[in-house]
């Protein structure tokens, strides 16, 4: 609509503007544009001042000019086409790489320090302590990850309170209950199942020393 309306009002605007234009050009001031209100505030209170301020900004100001004459620059720098030919043959002189193989990916996106300072630790690690804690909070204690893992216990303490690895939840259907079915419920199962077959070994390994006194009976 606006292009339609502009396409319109076209020649009403170009209408004898050769003889406009002649118009302006031909005077022999042109308007000056009208000013600030607080600009006019300004020249007024300038010009109460210094009444001769406008006569003083047209004249020459002869000291002026002959301080300018007594400044000067001395540059002691290098051209710039110089120092950009010296970096251009830096570059010539530098190396390739060697290694032209893609970039392993790391399994946290980044890669892992191979020493690890005092109180420090690495993602790897703290989801490794923080899932067994949300497992076995009774036995992972903030007190042996510390110990195991050269930390303070402070600050283990505020990792497990804000921090948690992620659970899958399924809601509720008509077919089954809510259940959570994330990391942490497998790593309970297996913990469960790891437990099971500790007690069974312990309880084989008590039922050897009777078998070999009846054998040596």
């Given amino acids: 609509m606006g292009a339609l309306v502009s396409k319109a009002l076209r020649p009403i605007k170009s209408f004898n503007i050769e003889n406009r234009a002649h118009q302006v050009i031909s005077k022999e001031k042109p308007e000056v544009a009208p000013r600030y209100p607080s600009t006019a505030e300004e020249l007024k ?31 002691y720098g290098k051209p710039e086409d110089d120092v950009t030919k ?7 002189e530098r190396p390739l790489p060697q290694n032209r193989g893609l970039v392993p990916d790391f399994d946290f996106g980044l890669m892992e320090p191979a020493k690890i300072p005092y109180g420090k630790t690495t993602l790897r690690h703290a989801i490794d302590y923080i899932s067994s804690h949300q497992v076995n909070p009774e036995e992972v204690t ?47 199962q297996l913990y469960k199942s790891d437990v099971k ?20 009976n």
């Avoid at 809601?171 to 419920?185: I, L, R």
């Avoid at 008590?206 to 040596?216: D, G």
């Fill in 45 to 75: 209170r300038v010009h109460e001042i210094d009444p001769e301020l406008d006569s003083k900004l047209d004249k020459k100001d002869t000291e002026l000019d002959a301080r300018l004459k007594d400044v000067y620059v001395t540059s």
């Fill in 142 to 188: 903030a007190a042996k990850i510390a110990h195991e893992y050269k930390m303070k216990e402070e600050d283990v303490e505020n990792i497990l309170k804000y921090f948690r690895t992620y659970d899958v939840y399924l809601p509720e259907t008509k077919q089954a209950p809510a259940v959570f079915a994330g990391p942490s419920e497998l790593r309970k």
């Fill in 86 to 92: 010296e970096k251009q043959q830096k570059g010539l």
């Fill in 197 to 216: 077959k500790i007690v069974g070994k312990s309880s084989t390994e008590e039922e050897k020393p009777e078998q070999i006194k009846n054998v040596s």
